[in-house]
């Protein structure tokens, strides 16, 4: 069994209208709100053993804020491929991480990551930003995993949702 966590970035400032939105900044809210979804990782024992986010600005400082908080120790994996990315290109890049690593979390953007949860568990979770989906995968090696690999939610936290 492979774990898989799917994260949207946390909410982005829209102060500076001319930057491009791969530059946009995490506001206020998403400065406080990645964080406290790496608490989340922490408290509940998911610290990932492999985290591959977006290159844009705002997934990689969610990232980062998430990986502190969470005491994750690994590097963490940057791709241009996962910007405006569909269910098809996370998965691709998922099918070639290591075998040995049990647990991955991908920091994204919406739609693909709402529509990623509902493609590998059949459910359809509403993911905004800094949403955090835990799958549980049914399969023992990530070249396994498929268009057509049917996980189970597990749960999803929402920043709004949890106690302040």
């Not at 024992?45 to 969470?70: G, H, N």
């Not at 590097?75 to 991480?97: G, M, N, Q």
């Not at 693909?112 to 835990?134: C, D, F, H, K, N």
């Not at 090696?141 to 939610?153: A, M």
Request: one cysteine or more; glycine letters at 4%.
């Amino acid at each position: 069994m492979k774990t898989l966590l799917i994260l949207r970035h946390a909410k982005s400032s829209w102060d500076n209208m001319y930057l491009s939105d791969f530059e946009r900044p995490l506001s206020k809210r998403g400065k406080d709100d990645a964080p406290r979804m790496g608490e989340v990782l922490r408290r509940e024992e998911l610290v990932p053993d492999l985290i591959i986010s977006s290159a844009a600005k705002r997934a990689v400082a969610t990232a980062q804020l998430a990986a502190r908080a969470c005491e994750y120790e690994n590097e963490i994996t940057f791709t241009r491929d996962f910007y405006h990315a569909d269910p098809d290109s996370y998965i691709e890049v998922l099918s070639e991480v290591d075998d040995e690593v049990a647990s991955v979390m991908v920091v994204g953007h919406n739609p693909g990551i709402e529509e990623l949860v509902e493609q590998i568990s059949g459910v359809w979770e509403r993911m905004p930003t800094a949403a955090l989906a835990q799958i549980q995968l049914p399969i023992e090696r990530w070249g396994d995993l498929t268009f057509d690999t049917s996980g189970e939610l597990i749960t999803v936290w929402r920043p709004k949702e949890l106690a302040a």
